[in-house]
């Protein structure tokens, strides 16, 4: 989807300080429970799907961006086969 590689591209260009940047797979997990906790709030305060969509294209780039960066393997078929 267009959306999530567009924010996908707009968090690669950010400048975040290195020391507080999720590098490993446990640093993107806690990003992502953060992220998702603040699209249950954004539902939650205004019952209206926007604010918490805006959340939702954020945390999908950066549980995508954990898989390359972590070097997710593609899904092993029955029997072994990728």
């Known amino acids: ?3 999530v590689w567009d924010e996908i591209q707009y968090q ?3 400048k975040i300080d290195y020391d507080i940047q999720a590098k490993d ?3 993107f ?3 992502g429970r953060r992220y998702m906790a ?3 709030a954004a539902w939650a305060d205004k019952n209206d799907p926007t604010d918490a969509l805006h959340e939702l294209r954020k945390l999908a780039a950066i549980f995508v961006r954990a898989m390359v960066y972590c070097g997710v393997e593609s ?3 029955k029997g072994g086969k990728r």
């Open 29 to 31: 997990l806690t990003l």
């Open 75 to 77: 899904r092993v078929k």
């Open 1 to 3: 989807m267009q959306v």
């Open 25 to 27: 797979l446990p640093g």
């Open 12 to 14: 690669n260009k950010l």
């Open 38 to 40: 603040r699209a249950e």
